[in-house]
Structures are given as structure tokens and as C-alpha cells.
């Protein structure tokens, strides 16, 4: 424990007293809950947006075919009922509704007494809903259900109910024929025409096309056909007394109708209330030729004047013509009473219901999505707890591991998980923690071997001069010589550490520029010609094959440097009778040249081959100066060569001999022409 705080104090650093984890908000557990509660939401938001969008237009589609049903049940039943006078014989039509609709059909009064139920007998007054689907009133009809085919006036009362104005078969026929000769002469003058009968059974003419000419087809309009039948004359003139009435209680004058029930604005007294043609359009009823005539003649004239067409006295007010359509309209409904049904209430469902369909989000339903929502959200962070915890408990253990190297104690591996990120994170870890160790022990070597290379040449250098101090050696040339020899050595030692230093460093500059491979290598061979003879070692240049190398771009005294190392290491390595070849050659792609130094030594055991360029590494483990140099020649080689975007490779077999191949870049022609030759360029580590 003490040694412990001794470091911590040497470092600089303070140990915390306990490890404190992240805040959960900071964590990754806490940051992925967050995502997963996140996606969560999201996901149920946006699956019930899905739900209610689909199922809303599932409803809406649905209530538009109910509600194209409901209008063609509420049209069949308002037809039956301005045809009759009552709903005692309604019991065949609402059940064909019923079977054909497959909806429940109820009719009952306006005070809720059941008419009839489709479904069994009658139906319960409080079995039925508070509003009903619809006011069966032929009188009073509803707009929104009825269907665009079936025309209705401005009053509300459906065309279907005729009333006293319905005419017998003697009438029909007789207008049937007029009007089909009609249609022949229309016709003949090529304008076609179709005869249809209306409610009340008169026939009319109906034009296929809307462009045809009026004068053409004014003069096929029989007056038979277009004269009021005495049946619609009595009933004109009821209708005529009713209004009237209505119009007196007002203080107003009577007035007259036509079949279409417009009325003659110059029929009244001293002229008051008079004014133009105000009709309540009724499609299927017509009017006389001569009234065609006239009206034509009077619009014509009107817009050859400039004025009105009717002449006598404009309007001196609109409210005469209110008052006639409000006393006319409710003097047809007075009228029609007694000939269609009284008014009832239609109630429309589904087999076996009487409530309306509908999406209903009730505070049960809330509740019940809510929970749901709840649920999902409860499982997702259950799951998300789970996978983070199994996530973060091997980063918990690369933390740990990391803090115990950083405090310089040993660290047992971590455990490797499944072959997923975590698992490699964890194999990366372990293999980075061995490196590491391995670096740790090499320092160590290192240090000792710094220290041994630096001991031996100063140990003999002290031991010379201490012999001197005390009179038993005499300072001769010899002596002189020696300590010479020794501080060479130390000095060469210095050299190296300080080019390897200054190379793994980035410090080390380099002088660029073309240099001749054949030429270096000459001028190799002849420094360390000498040193071979006196080692009984055979030292030649081989030429290349071919054409002579290119020239590369490199620092002549850094390469000579490498080329040199390479060279004493093999002649160091290669027994008398032996032989150490340079050979220079361009690689296969063309892009390299390569400087090979071969020799026929002892070789290098398999082992110990990936280690050749380990800084102090030598294959004598002794470290005797004999066997060997300091060990730092091929890394500085292998410094070098990197440093000129080269590479340097060895293969060697025990006992035969070994190769060293140095490959250097091949200059091109744009590069002897690229100006800045001898340029001085930084290594970068």
C-alpha cells in the first residue's frame, strides 16, 4: 500500500478514495432507456394514429353507405306516403326495405306510437333512441336525404304527392295522344323528344337537347295537349280559394292561378299589389300555346323598348309576391293533407339495434389504451434494462482494466463475450493489454541493454586510465590506440541511439535527390572491402539483370547508411571462406528497385526472424562485442527505408546463409523534371 501511495506521489497523481459511476443521465445504460422509451412512444403514437385514421375511414365509409341506404329507404317511404293517404298498407314496403337493406326499419307517430317494426310486431317506445333517422312528411321533405333525382320545390313538397290533382285514366289518355303527336312533329322537324308522364299522369314533352330552336318548336305544341283538364280546373280553382284566404287575412288581393301555379300580376283591384309573374315552379305542369305566344311576343318587344315586359305598372314592391308564394305553399299543404300520410318517425339500424354506429373513445376506451400504452412502454423498458445491463457490464470491466494498467498494475485479460462489437471491443482490449506488456518487457531489455552497451566501453576506458594513474601502464601509442578504440565505439553507439531517437521522433532530415543504385553501391562495397579480406569474407556488386536501374529519390548518406548497416551485419554473420553479394534489380511492377545483400553465414533461426529489427534485439544473447554489434543497426535500417517510402525484408535459413532486401521507390521522368531536387524533407514518425 505504501509503495502504492509512493507512486501515486512520484506521478503526480492522487488516488480517488472510491470509484463513483456516472450519473444514470450520463451513462450509456440511461441514454439508451432514454432511445428505447423514446422509440417506444413514438411507435404507440404513432400505431394508434395508424388505428384511428384507418379505423375512422372504415367508419366513414361506412356511414356513407348507410347513409346511401338510408336515403333510398327514406325516398321509398316518402313516395309510398304521397301517394296514400294513410300507413295502414306500408307493411310489404318496409319489410322489402328491410330484407334488401339488411337494416332494422321502424316507423312510429310524432308522439312515438310504433306504426310498424321490421323486426318483430311493433317496437317499444323505450327501446327506440332519443332522435330518429328521419321525418317521413311528403310535405315537408328533407333536403339532405332526398336524392338529387328527385326534384322538390322551393315549398318542400314532394312532387310525388299530386293530391286532387291526380287525373283519371279518360284525361290521360286523351293528353297522352296530344302530346304524342307532339313529339312526332318535333320529330319530323328533326328535334328530338320524349314523352314522360308525371306524378299527377299528365304527359309532357321533354327535350333531349337544350339548344334547339323555340319558334320551330312552338309550332308543334298542341293546344290539346298543353289545356287544363276540367279535374285539374276544380282543383285549380280549390287551390285558387285557399290562397285567396290566406291573402285577405293579410289585407291583400286574391289572386290567379296557373297550372304551374304562377300567377297573372294584372289580376287584382284598382291595380294595387300588381307587378310581373312570380311562379312556385312545379317541373312537370305546362302551359297553354297561346300563353307561350303571348310571353314570347311581350319579351320580345320588352327587348326591342328597353322596358319590361309586363308593361302596365312595374313592381311597386316585392312583398305582394312573397305574400302569394308563403299563402300558395301553405295553401297546397292545407289542400294535400287529407290525400297523403300523416307525418312519422323513421328509425334506421343495424339487425337487432337501435343505436347509431360510431367510433366512441369513451373514458373506458381511454382507460383501456392507456393501459396498453402503459404496458408496451413497461416492457420496452424492461427489455431496455435488461440489454443494457448485459451492454454496459463488459464496459464496466474495460474500465476497470484500463484504471488498473493506469496505475501500472497488472490486468488479469477480460473475459470476451459472443462475437458482436463488445466482444471484439474486449479482444481488442486484451490483445492491446498484451502488446503493451510485451513493449514494457522490451524497455526494460532496452534499458539493460543501453546500460551493458554503455558499461563495457566505459568500464575499459576507466580501467586504462586508473592502470595509468597508478604507474602500471605506461601511456604508449598502444595505449592511446586502445582508449581511442573504446571511445570510437561509445561514440558509434551515441550515433545510432541518436539516429534511431531523431527518426522515431520526426527530427530526422533528409536531403533528397537522384541517386544512382550502381554508383551507391560501388562505393559500399569498396569502404567495406578491407574489413571482408581481413575477415577471409568474399565481398561483390552482381550486376543487375538487364538495363541499369533507375535512380530514386533518397538522402545519399542516409541510404549508404542503411546499405552500409546491412552489409557489416552480413559480413559479421558470414565465416571465412564465405561469400556476401550486393545485387541491385527493378521489381516485377516496375515501380520499385531493390538492393539485395545475400550472404552464406550461419542464418537466422524461423524464431527469431520477426525480431531482426527489434531495437538491442541480437541473436547472441550473451552480447559478446565479438559475435556481435550493439543491436541497433537493422532498426535503424528499418527506420531509414520507411523514412524514404521504401520497406526492408528479410529471409533466412539456419545455417545456410541469409537475404536482406531493400526496396526504395523508382524515380519516374515527371519526377527527375519536377523542380525542388535536393530538397531536405522531415520524417514523420
Request: glycine residues 10%; negative net charge.
Amino acid at each position: 500500500m505504501r509503495r502504492r501511495d509512493e507512486r501515486a506521489g512520484r506521478t503526480g497523481r492522487t488516488e480517488p478514495a472510491g470509484r463513483t459511476r456516472l450519473p444514470l443521465r450520463k451513462s450509456l445504460l440511461g441514454r439508451l432507456l432514454t432511445v428505447s422509451a423514446l422509440v417506444a412512444s413514438c411507435s404507440v403514437a404513432a400505431t394508434a394514429w395508424l388505428a384511428v385514421q384507418t379505423t375512422s375511414v372504415a367508419i366513414r365509409q361506412e356511414q356513407g353507405r348507410n347513409l346511401s341506404t338510408d336515403a333510398r329507404i327514406y325516398d321509398t317511404l316518402l313516395g309510398y306516403a304521397a301517394g296514400h293517404p294513410d300507413w295502414a298498407g306500408v307493411d310489404g314496403t318496409v319489410r322489402a326495405l328491410a330484407r334488401e337493406s339488411g337494416r332494422r326499419i321502424v316507423l312510429t307517430t310524432e308522439d312515438r306510437q310504433p306504426l310498424l317494426d321490421s323486426a318483430a310486431g311493433t317496437a317499444p317506445a323505450a327501446d327506440l333512441p332519443t332522435q330518429a333517422s328521419a321525418v317521413v312528411d311528403p310535405l315537408s321533405v328533407d333536403t339532405v336525404l332526398v336524392p338529387d333525382a328527385v326534384p322538390v320545390g322551393t315549398d318542400r313538397v314532394d312532387p310525388r304527392a299530386v293530391g286532387p290533382f291526380l287525373l283519371p285514366a279518360k284525361e290521360r289518355t286523351v293528353l297522352r295522344r296530344a302530346t304524342a303527336r307532339s313529339a312526332e312533329c318535333l320529330a319530323e322537324m328533326g328535334i328530338a323528344a320524349d314523352v314522360v308522364d308525371s306524378p299527377s299522369g299528365r304527359p309532357w314533352v321533354r327535350f333531349v337537347s337544350d339548344g334547339a330552336d323555340r319558334d320551330r318548336e312552338l309550332k308543334c305544341l298542341s293546344v290539346d295537349g298543353a289545356a287544363t283538364t276540367a279535374t285539374e280546373e276544380r282543383a285549380l280553382r280549390a287551390l285558387e280559394q285557399l290562397a285567396d284566404a290566406c291573402l285577405k287575412r293579410q289585407g291583400r288581393t286574391g289572386v290567379k292561378l296557373n297550372l304551374d301555379l304562377s300567377w297573372d300580376r294584372g289580376y287584382g283591384q284598382e291595380g294595387t299589389d300588381v307587378g310581373s309573374s312570380a311562379p312556385v315552379p312545379v317541373p312537370e305542369t305546362g302551359i297553354t300555346k297561346e300563353e307561350a305566344i303571348e310571353r314570347r311576343m311581350a319579351e320580345d318587344k320588352a327587348a326591342a323598348a328597353g322596358v319590361p315586359a309586363d308593361g302596365a305598372a312595374q313592381a311597386r314592391g316585392s312583398g305582394y309576391d312573397r305574400a302569394v308564394a308563403a299563402c300558395v305553399g301553405s295553401a297546397r299543404r292545407e289542400q294535400l293533407t287529407a290525400y297523403v300520410a300523416a307525418p312519422a318517425l323513421l328509425f334506421i339500424d343495424g339487425p337487432g339495434a337501435v343505436s347509431v354506429p360510431g367510433f366512441d373513445l369513451s373514458p373506458a376506451n381511454t382507460a383501456r389504451i392507456a393501459g396498453v400504452t402503459a404496458l408496451v412502454l413497461a416492457l420496452t423498458v424492461g427489455a431496455s434494462v435488461i440489454a443494457g445491463t448485459r451492454l454496459v457490464r463488459p464496459l464496466h470491466a474495460l474500465t476497470g482494466a484500463a484504471q488498473r494498467m493506469r496505475d501500472g498494475l497488472d490486468s488479469a485479460p477480460v473475459p470476451v463475450g459472443p462475437d458482436n462489437e463488445i466482444g471484439r471491443l474486449a479482444l481488442a482490449f486484451n490483445d492491446m493489454a498484451a502488446h503493451r506488456t510485451r513493449l514494457e518487457e522490451q524497455r526494460k531489455v532496452m534499458v539493460s541493454d543501453v546500460a551493458h552497451e554503455l558499461r563495457t566501453p566505459l568500464s575499459n576506458i576507466r580501467g586504462w586510465l586508473e592502470a595509468a594513474h597508478d604507474g602500471l601502464a605506461e601511456p604508449d601509442p598502444a595505449f592511446v590506440s586502445s582508449l581511442l578504440d573504446e571511445a570510437v565505439q561509445l561514440q558509434h553507439l551515441i550515433n545510432d541511439l541518436q539516429d534511431l531517437g531523431a527518426a522515431e521522433a520526426g527530427a530526422l532530415r533528409l536531403h533528397l535527390e537522384p541517386v544512382s543504385v550502381d554508383d551507391l553501391l560501388g562505393q559500399v562495397a569498396a569502404a567495406h572491402q578491407g574489413p571482408a579480406e581481413t575477415a577471409g569474407v568474399t565481398l561483390e556488386v552482381a550486376a543487375a539483370p538487364g538495363s541499369p536501374p533507375p535512380p530514386v529519390e533518397a538522402d545519399p548518406v542516409r541510404l549508404r547508411q542503411a546499405v552500409s548497416n546491412l552489409l557489416s551485419n552480413a559480413v559479421r554473420h558470414t565465416p571465412p571462406g564465405g561469400r556476401v553479394t550486393l545485387r541491385p534489380y527493378v521489381t516485377k511492377g516496375g515501380d520499385e528497385v531493390a538492393v539485395e545483400v545475400s550472404d552464406t553465414g550461419s542464418g537466422i533461426p524461423a524464431g527469431d526472424v520477426p525480431h531482426v529489427f527489434d531495437r538491442f534485439w541480437r541473436a547472441e544473447k550473451s552480447r559478446n562485442r565479438s559475435t556481435g554489434g550493439s543491436g541497433l543497426g537493422l532498426a535503424i535500417v528499418l527506420k531509414l527505408a520507411e523514412a524514404h517510402g521504401g520497406t526492408v525484408s528479410v529471409t533466412s535459413t539456419a545455417g545456410q546463409g541469409s537475404v536482406f532486401t531493400l526496396r526504395l521507390p523508382a524515380m519516374t521522368d515527371e519526377d527527375a523534371e519536377r523542380p525542388g531536387a535536393d530538397e531536405e524533407t522531415a520524417v514523420r514518425p
